[in-house]
């Protein structure tokens, strides 16, 4: 029994013992931390980001179109017998476009012609009969009476004689109507009818347009009436055709469109080798305003995500996401991202990444 007391005791000064150094190796304190290594980043410029005074841009979208539009309408009912021109064909002024079927055109014309032959024949045998009544008139073998009645023959058989020659012509132009040709020198545009389909009076056929002059037409929102004015300058991008164009607003319709509360403007452009219904993208000066502004250098891309790199007062350089707006003089715009007073990296750029450090440390 004593024996088995004796071990009791011994074992628990062991743990006692094993507890207490736990314990006095656990009151040592925390281990030093070590210091975050950050790659160095050197030879890049800093600059710090203040407000300046820019312009304030209004962008809309527009479609160019003609100065010059023509378009070619039927004059006269008839199936389409043949088509000369495509999209896209220059034509130039009196070149035939297409023809439509003339058989009706042709029987009237002939009817005509033979109504006039007919006047004509009357008119000539009216007159040789009058010079006979004079004659007779003037030796005294005929009456007033008789004399009067053969001047009426002489005058309606030549009142029916100009009235067989306006019939003749009218029919003569009515089947000119089946000939369509250019009324100007352009490009074909649009075709709205195809061989084989039927015409109709003042029903479109073609569209043509003459090169040199066009303009863009753009929807403007209606809070800025009072600022849009002929004469403003606009920036004018065409995308699809890979050019930027500076040119000018011409004319300011007056009226506002009452579903979209916004109305038309007219941009000239200089350029003469556009085409119409290519879109257009517009940014039209409105006035000034305060912004942050950055070099369009400064700008990195990242996929889909535009950002900056951004230095604190230590020194180290962070990629921060902004929201970028439109460039001007001063820069490219920063709506949103940076605050004033943040730096940014500016120039070299490609020797900065996320985490470094500035060369020398702190940045001023």
């Known amino acids: 029994m004593t024996k088995r007391k004796n071990r009791r005791r011994r074992f628990g000064a062991l743990a006692a013992v094993a507890l207490a150094g736990f314990l006095a190796s ?21 600059e710090k980001v203040t407000p300046s005074s820019v312009d304030e841009i ?13 378009v070619v309408a039927a004059r006269t009912m008839g199936v389409v017998t043949s088509l000369k021109v495509r999209e896209g064909d220059v034509v130039r002024a009196g070149q035939l476009l297409l023809t439509l079927d003339d058989r009706d055109a042709a029987q009237r014309l002939q009817a005509a012609g033979m109504a006039l032959e007919s006047a004509k024949q009357q008119k000539m045998l009216t007159e040789t009969t009058w010079q006979r009544y004079k004659n007779l008139y003037a030796e005294k073998a005929l009456s007033r009476q008789e004399m009067d009645q053969i001047e009426t023959q002489k005058k309606i058989a030549a009142a029916e004689y100009e009235r067989a020659v306006a019939m003749a012509e009218e029919a003569r132009t009515h089947r000119s109507f089946t000939v369509v040709t250019a009324p100007v020198a352009g490009r074909v545009t649009q075709k709205y009818i195809d061989v084989g389909s039927m015409a109709a009076p003042g029903m479109p056929l073609l569209l043509i347009e003459q090169d040199g002059n066009y303009f863009v037409e753009a929807a403007v929102d209606e809070r800025w009436r009072s600022k849009v004015k002929p004469g403003l300058p606009a920036r004018v991008n065409l995308e699809s055709a890979g050019l930027e164009e500076q040119g000018f607003i011409r004319q300011v319709l007056p009226a506002v469109d009452p579903l979209s509360r916004t109305f038309l403007v007219k941009i000239g452009l200089k350029n003469e080798h556009l085409r119409s219904g290519l879109f257009a993208r517009i940014r039209i000066p409105v006035g000034r305003k305060e912004a942050l502004t950055v070099p369009a250098k400064a700008i990195v891309m990242k ?35 940076l605050s004033p007073g943040d730096r940014v990296i500016t120039g070299g750029i490609e020797r900065a990444h996320d985490g470094g450090r500035i060369s020398g440390g702190k940045v001023p």
Do not use: F, H, W
Request: proline share 4%; glycine share 14%; aromatic share 4%.
């Open 26 to 46: 656990g009151c040592q304190g925390n281990p030093r931390e070590e210091a975050v290594q950050r790659p160095v980043v050197d030879r890049v410029v800093v």
């Open 58 to 70: 209004y962008e809309t979208t527009g479609t160019v179109k003609s100065e010059r539009t023509s």
């Open 303 to 337: 996929g889909q995500l535009t950002g900056v790199y951004a230095v604190d007062d230590q020194g180290v350089v962070t990629y921060r996401l902004i929201r970028a707006g439109m460039p001007t003089a001063a820069g490219v715009e920063v709506i949103s991202g």
